[in-house]
């Protein structure tokens, strides 16, 4: 049975990223997490910003309700939108801003609580930056990556997530398993939610 307390995630926009003549088309999933506070996680391009509101009011959310703007990184495809929620508080990668305040906090030492539902943890490798959301709800643990997972297919084939760019796969290797560890339900950069098998 779900809460108040519960938050209820759901996908906007299922990213994509494939390979054409001049690079790549790609734009990265976009994710609003509904409960006791209102949050957004990637924003896409800055040419999304209409059907992103569109897509918002179908779900009954004004774009200046939202409390947390997160980005799992600073790329381009993930922070377009940004702009558009002027009342929240921006996590861009493991910056945390509001107006022209940017706030100290290490999360190499420590996750960033918003209630006890939902926090930030820092997974670096696919930028040195990158963090990952963890929401709990019925569901159980649901963990919005970003680029540390490109999609599903890349837990067969290591050069998707790879080829989409790493800073450091040494490192970006040690939060996947990380993340595969903990996570009941992945949502990652560019393709479909999936379920964590877990290996007993
Ligand atoms: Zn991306």
Known sequence: MSTKQDYEITVLFTGYSTQIEQGMLANCTCTLLKGP???????????????????????????????????????????????????????????ISHKNTYYTFNFADNPYKIDDNVSVIATPGHTLQDVTVLVKNVNGLTAIVGDLFENEKDLEDERIWKDAGSDSEELQLKNREKIL???DWI??????KFKVNKIK
């Open 187 to 192: 949502i990652p950069g560019h393709g479909a």
């Open 37 to 95: 506070k209102l949050i957004i996680v990637d924003t896409m391009t800055a040419w999304d910003g209409d059907r992103l509101t569109e897509a918002l009011g179908k779900h009954d959310v004004n774009r200046n309700d939202i409390d947390f703007v997160i980005c799992t990184h600073g790329h381009s495809d993930h922070i377009g939108c940004n702009y558009l929620f002027r009342n929240a508080h921006h996590i861009v990668g493991n910056c």
């Open 181 to 183: 560890a903990i996570a």
